[in-house]
C-alpha cells in the first residue's frame, strides 16, 4: 500500500475528522498507538485549516518511502509541485535532524521513484509550535527546493505563496502513483532494513533486479529445505555481475534463515572486519532506537547474526563441537585465506602451531562436524582483491573434493565445475543485474578503464557519465572539502579517502595511519567531528570496502604514479621503493579500483602540488598523475 489514506483535498475538507482517523487506524499496523492516534489528530485539524484553498490538490497520508522503510507524513500533490509535509506534532523548534529527514524523501522521491525524476519537489518540515520564520526558496539542478520551516498556523500561507511563485507543469496523479519505485538502498540501509523483518523486494528495484534476487532467495531457501529434509549438507555458490547485490542477497536469506524457536541458527560471517563492526553498530543503534530498549540487550542477538569469520575460525580450533548455526553465509568467499596465509597468521597472532588448512578447508570442516545437515552459501565477488593470501574459489573446490566429496554443490553455470561430479546446476545462482549506483551504471566502466591504461576509453565514457555522476579533479584540498559539503543534502555522507601506505599525503593534513574507528566514522551525525563528514579523518581502502558513501574526496599519492603506465611504489623508511612483485601490483591498483567506487553520486580527485625542496614529494610524481586524469576526461573543479 503506497499510502494510507489519498483523497482530493475538496474530499478531505468534506470528510470528518474523525472517519480521516479511523482509515488511518485501519491501515496503521498498531491501530491502539495512542501516540500516533493523538498526532494524526492534530495533524488532520492542522490541514483541514491550512488547505482550504486548495481543494483541487490531492492530499496523501503516510506515503510509503520503501527505501527508508519509513512512510513521510504528507504528501500534497498542487499545481505540477509535490510538496512533502512531515509535522513535528508541538514542536518548539525546527531541529537538524527533522530538517534532514524530510530532505531526505524529498531526495529518496527525486532518485528512485520514476514519476519524480523531472518534478518539482518541496520539503516543508512542519514544527507545530515554533515560532514563524522567513523562508529563502532555493532550488537545486534538479527541481529540489531547500527545506523550508513553518508552524501549523502559517502551513496554508507558505504553500500559497509557493504556488504562486513556481507553478509549474501539471501531472496525471494516477500516472504518478503508479510509476515505479527503483531504490538502491546502502549496505547498511538493507541491513537494517531486512533485519527489521523488511522483504528484499520492499528496499530493491521493483523491476527486474528485484526479480533477479527473489530467484536466488527462493533456490537457496529450496536448497536449504531439501537439505534439511534429506539429512544433506551442501555448498551453494552465488556469482554475479560487478554491483548486483551478492550481499544484499546474502544478508536478506541469513534474516530469513533464523529460526531462533527451533535452534536452527543462521549468520553472515565477513572476513572484512570494518564492515562486521559497522554493520553490527547500526543494527544495534537501530533496533535499540525502535524498540526502545538497551543497546547492551540487543547487542548479543546482533553479534550473532553478523559474525567476523575470522573470529568463527578462531572459536572452533578450540571449540571441537558443531557450531550452533546451521546455515551460513560466508561474503566474499573468494577472499579467505590459503594454506600458507592461514597458518601464518594462526602461528603469529592466536599462538596456534602446525594449522594446517586454507581457510576453505578448515570453514567446511567446521560446518562438517553436524551429524545430520547444514548448508554453507559462498558469496563470491571480483576485482576486489587487495591483501596477499586470498585463496581464490579454486580452494573450496579442492577442499570439497579431496575432504568433502560428499558434500553436494550447487552453482550456476558461470562457475567452472569440470572436476566435481557432485554438482547440481541451478542458474538461479547468477544474479545476472547491476544495482550499481542509481546515478550511472557507467562509472564501474569508467574506472575500470581509467585503472586499466585506457584514456580514450575512459574520457568517452566520462563524457555521459558526468551529465548525472560527477567526477572532477582539483589541486587545492580546501577546495575538494567545500564541493563535497557543498553537494551533500540531507543526511548524504561525505568522506575523506586515501591509500593506506599514502604517507606523503602527511604534509596537506591527511594522515592514513592514524587509525579510525569505523562505526564512528561512518554512523554518527555528521556535526560530530569523529564522522566521516567532519572531513578531519581520513579512511583507507581497507576501512571502506564493501561500503558506502554519497560524495567523496579521494587524494592520490605518489605511490601509485602515472608516465605513459602506472609505476608502483611503496613508501618505506624515508624513501619510495619499486613494487616489483605482480600481485602486490594488482593490490595496489585494487585499492585504488575500491577507493574510487565508494561515492554513489559524485567525487572529487585530489592530487597534491608536490614540493620541489621535498624529494619525497617532487611535483613531478604528481603533476603525472594529475594529466593523466585530465587525459581520461575528467574536469578541473572550479568555483
Keep these: 500500500m503506497r499510502a494510507y489514506y489519498s483523497e482530493k483535498v475538496s474530499k478531505f475538507l468534506g470528510t470528518s475528522e474523525h472517519e480521516v482517523l479511523g482509515q488511518l487506524l485501519m491501515n496503521h499496523c498498531f491501530p491502539n498507538d495512542l501516540e500516533q492516534k493523538r498526532a494524526w489528530a492534530e495533524q488532520i485539524h492542522i490541514l483541514k485549516q491550512n488547505l482550504v484553498n486548495f481543494p483541487n490538490a490531492t492530499l496523501f497520508f503516510e506515503f510509503s518511502i520503501p527505501r527508508m522503510g519509513k512512510r513521510v507524513d504528507n504528501i500534497l500533490l498542487l499545481n505540477g509541485i509535490i510538496y512533502l509535509l512531515e509535522f513535528k506534532i508541538y514542536a518548539k523548534s525546527y531541529e537538524s535532524s527533522a530538517i534532514d529527514q524530510v530532505v531526505d524523501y524529498a531526495l529518496d522521491l527525486k532518485n528512485f521513484h520514476s514519476g519524480s525524476h523531472n518534478k518539482t519537489i518541496v520539503p516543508i518540515l512542519v514544527s507545530t509550535k515554533a515560532k514563524e520564520v522567513q523562508n529563502e526558496v532555493i532550488f537545486a539542478d534538479d527541481k529540489v527546493s531547500n527545506c523550508l520551516k513553518t508552524n501549523a498556523n502559517n502551513l496554508g500561507k507558505l504553500i500559497k505563496n509557493i504556488d504562486t511563485k513556481y507553478r509549474a507543469e501539471p501531472f496525471d496523479v494516477e500516472d504518478w502513483l503508479n510509476s515505479s519505485y527503483k531504490p538502491t538502498p546502502t549496505i547498511i540501509e538493507a541491513a537494517q532494513a531486512l533485519y527489521a523483518n523488511h522483504s528484499v523486494e520492499d528496499i530493491s528495484r521493483h523491476g527486474a533486479e528485484a526479480i533477479n534476487l527473489t530467484l536466488t532467495k527462493n533456490t537457496v531457501e529450496k536448497i536449504i529445505k531439501d537439505s534439511k529434509n534429506n539429512k544433506q549438507k551442501s555448498i551453494c555458490l552465488i556469482t554475479g555481475v560487478p554491483g548486483a547485490g551478492k550481499t544484499l542477497a546474502g544478508l536478506d536469506i541469513a534474516t530469513s534463515s533464523m529460526n531462533y524457536d527451533k535452534d536452527e541458527q543462521a549468520c553472515f560471517l565477513s572476513g572484512n572486519g570494518p564492515l562486521v563492526k559497522v554493520l553490527r553498530e547500526a543494527l544495534i543503534r537501530n533496533k535499540s532506537q525502535l524498540g526502545n530498549i538497551s543497546k547492551k540487550k540487543v547487542e548479543p542477538q546482533v553479534c550473532a547474526f553478523i559474525q567476523n569469520i575470522h573470529h568463527f575460525r578462531d572459536e572452533y580450533v578450540e571449540d571441537l563441537n558443531p557450531p550452533i548455526e546451521k546455515v551460513v553465509i560466508f561474503d566474499e568467499a573468494q577472499r579467505a585465506w590459503n594454506k600458507e596465509q592461514a597458518s601464518k597468521f594462526m602461528n603469529k597472532k592466536s599462538k596456534i602451531k ?70 547440481c546446476i541451478k542458474n538461479e545462482l547468477h544474479l545476472s543485474v547491476s544495482l550499481r549506483s542509481f546515478k550511472s551504471a557507467k562509472l564501474s566502466n569508467f574506472i575500470n578503464n581509467l585503472i586499466d591504461n585506457k584514456p580514450d576509453e575512459a574520457r568517452s565514457i566520462y563524457r555521459e557519465l558526468s551529465k548525472e555522476y560527477p567526477i572532477l579533479v582539483t589541486r587545492n584540498l580546501q577546495q575538494a572539502k567545500m564541493w563535497v559539503r557543498q553537494n551533500a543534502r540531507g543526511s548524504e555522507r561525505t568522506g575523506l579517502l586515501a591509500h593506506s601506505n599514502s604517507i606523503r599525503l602527511k604534509p596537506e593534513g591527511i594522515f592514513v595511519k592514524s587509525e579510525i574507528d569505523c562505526r564512528n566514522w561512518f554512523l554518527n551525525r555528521k556535526e560530530d567531528v569523529r564522522s566521516s563528514c567532519a572531513l578531519e579523518d581520513c579512511a583507507t581502502e581497507f576501512d571502506v570496502q564493501g561500503l558506502e558513501l554519497d560524495w567523496t574526496v579521494v587524494a592520490w599519492d605518489a605511490n601509485l604514479r602515472y608516465n605513459k603506465c602506472w609505476e608502483y611504489l611503496k613508501f618505506s623508511g624515508d624513501k619510495w621503493k619499486h613494487i616489483n612483485n ?54 578541473d573543479l572550479k568555483f
Design 582 to 635: 605482480i600481485d602486490d601490483k594488482k593490490y595496489l591498483l585494487n585499492s585504488y579500483r575500491v577507493l574510487m567506487t565508494r561515492a554513489r553520486q559524485g567525487m572529487v580527485i585530489f592530487v597534491p602540488y608536490g614540493n620541489e625542496r621535498d624529494e619525497t614529494r617532487n611535483p613531478e610524481f604528481y603533476d603525472g598523475i594529475y594529466k593523466y586524469l585530465q587525459e581520461c576526461g575528467i574536469k
Design 354 to 423: 602446525n594449522f594446517n588448512y586454507s581457510e576453505p578447508e578448515f570453514l567446511l570442516g567446521v560446518m562438517d562436524r553436524h551429524p545430520d545437515w547444514c548448508v554453507v552459501i559462498c558469496l563470491i565477488g571480483e576485482g576486489q582483491e587487495i591483501n596477499t593470501g586470498e585463496a581464490g574459489l579454486e580452494a573450496w573446490f579442492k577442499a570439497l573434493k579431496v575432504k568433502y566429496p560428499n558434500w553436494r554443490i550447487y552453482c550456476s553455470h558461470h562457475i567452472d565445475y569440470s572436476s566435481n561430479t557432485k554438482v
